[in-house]
């Protein structure tokens, strides 16, 4: 099967599904060369029933932290150690790629740098990285107050149309609230495009989301039928997401066509000199059209612009959604959050300066991602045999896995291990303000700020790899530190107005998941303006 795929005369349809019927077979034959490795076999049930993160934890605790998932033929090594994590993610990146992750995700993101093969992520990183530069997220907080502001005037309104017929409470799905204003955030932090999302609908918005709901469909479904020749032309869905793509990719274009005509050597001078605060549009696309020149491949571009809306929409939302729900469950937590608002900020809107000292409001964005990261889960392909290093519980000698096995990274096992956290499916932002030391773990450094001096938000390396909401090594997130300033502006500017509370119980906040962890049915909540007056 290996000759017959990698033909250069077969079709590239199917070159792709002997790809697959390859990887299946090789991982199936492949099971028994992980030796001793214990064995988990999954239900299809398992599949469909809850989420496939809750099981993946359940036998995490009964299995160890690296063991085997089996289904039927199709087999994946789940990882839940610090240490094995460290391994795959930063000691041996380069042994690794994105598999099946980057197989859904070509379609939509091309050469973009999360499913881009290593040549092109060597050579966009390095374009792009620099691009998110302190001074740049400086000149983004303006963004993340213009956009957080919007939401809070709709709700306003909304409250004074609610006071006019006697009430003084609003109930509103807080999920789709904060989608759109993501979606406001990353379209002019990203690109300088205005969705406009939070006040209207369009068919740009429509279309991003169209998009969104079928990269999810295809990371959950088994076959990607997807693939077959024709699928596009006669499965409904698959018209209407190549229809979709069609309507984005030619905002892309607009935008980049925009961008290189209107390229400036003024906004050029000021790029270099990193002025972005006296730049009109300081956005990444504006800074990779000026800095790089006009010689950029247009659809290179467009991959990568793509790549970053995609990945830095639905991550954020999940996140603000979150760290409501659990707020609204801790009245104290939320007083606290209050009362730091009021000292920091009085009435005033958020700037760089004091969201170093939003310090609350900054840990339960991290204490948020820590119970539900987004994605949940990691995946990647060995590229050849690696031998991974024993991990802390059990598997103190390490296993060999040969090229082609499938890797889930569970960042919710590890971000709720019982053997690194205190309570771990508890809400305490104040955790991290207290850290745990290593114990004398073998190969694990335990929890430690000075290894990140001057680092706003706990990350993976003050805990060597036991908290790790952005990844971690050569791929971790590029847009981690955007991410968490619009979080923590926009819940400092929500909290500073509002009081808010669960519509219903919080069991009835049904989880789904798809790349992110959401609600089945929206976030619905109780809003009303704060008591106190503000
Ligand atoms: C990669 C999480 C926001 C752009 C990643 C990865 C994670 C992550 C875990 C690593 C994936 C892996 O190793 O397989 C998040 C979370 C976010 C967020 C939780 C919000 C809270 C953003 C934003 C942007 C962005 C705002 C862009 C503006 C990217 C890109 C990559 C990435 C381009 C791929 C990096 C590479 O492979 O070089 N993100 N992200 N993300 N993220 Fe984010």
Known sequence: IRCQSTSTKE???????????????????????????????????????????????????????VYKLAFGPKAFVVVSDPIVVKHILRENAFSFDKGVLADILEPIMGKGLIPADLDTWKQRRRVIAPGFHALYLEAMVKVF?????????????????????????????????????????????????????????????QAVYGTLFEAEHRSTFYIPYWKIPLARWVVPRQRKFHYDLKIINDCLDGLIRNAKDSRQEVDVEKLQQRDYLNIKDASVLRFLVDMRGADVDDRQLRDDLMTMLIAGHETTAAVLTWAVFLLAQNPSKIRKAQAEVDSVLGQERPTFESIKKLEYIRLIVVESLRLYPQPPLLIRRALEEVVLPGGYKGDKDGYTIPAGTDIFI????????????????????????????????????????????????????????????????????????????????????LFQKFDVELRGSPESVELVTGATIHTKNGLWCKLKRRSNGH
């Not at 019927?21 to 809850?50: H, K, Y």
């Not at 609230?177 to 740009?204: H, Q």
């Not at 971690?472 to 400092?492: H, I, N, W, Y």
Request: charged fraction near 20%; glycine fraction near 10%.
């Open 410 to 493: 569970s960042v919710y096992n590890l971000h709720r291990s019982p053997y690194f956290w205190d309570q771990p499916h508890d809400f305490v932002p104040e955790r991290f303000q207290v850290q745990k030391e290593s114990e004398g773990i073998e190969g694990w450094a335990g929890f430690d700020p000075s290894r990140s001096p001057g680092a706003l938000y706990p990350n993976e390396i003050i805990s060597d790899f036991a908290f790790l909401p952005f990844g971690g090594g050569p791929r971790k997130c590029v847009g981690d530190q955007f991410a968490l300033m619009e979080s923590t502006v926009a819940l400092a500017m």
């Open 11 to 65: 079709p590239k349809a199917k070159r792709n599904l002997l790809d697959n019927a390859s990887n299946l077979l090789t991982n199936f034959l492949s099971g028994g060369s992980l030796g001793t490795m214990p064995v988990a076999e999954g239900a299809v049930s398992d599949l469909f029933g809850r989420p496939l993160f809750f099981s993946l934890y359940d036998w995490f605790l009964e299995h160890g932290s």
């Open 145 to 205: 107050t213009d956009c957080s502001g919007r939401t809070t005037e709709k709700f306003e309104k909304l409250l004074d149309g609610e006071r006019s017929r006697g009430g003084d409470a609003i109930e509103l799905d807080l999920e789709a609230e904060f989608s759109s204003l993501a979606l406001d955030i990353i379209g002019l932090g990203i690109f300088n495009y205005d969705f406009g999302s939070i006040t209207k609908e369009s068919p740009v918005i």
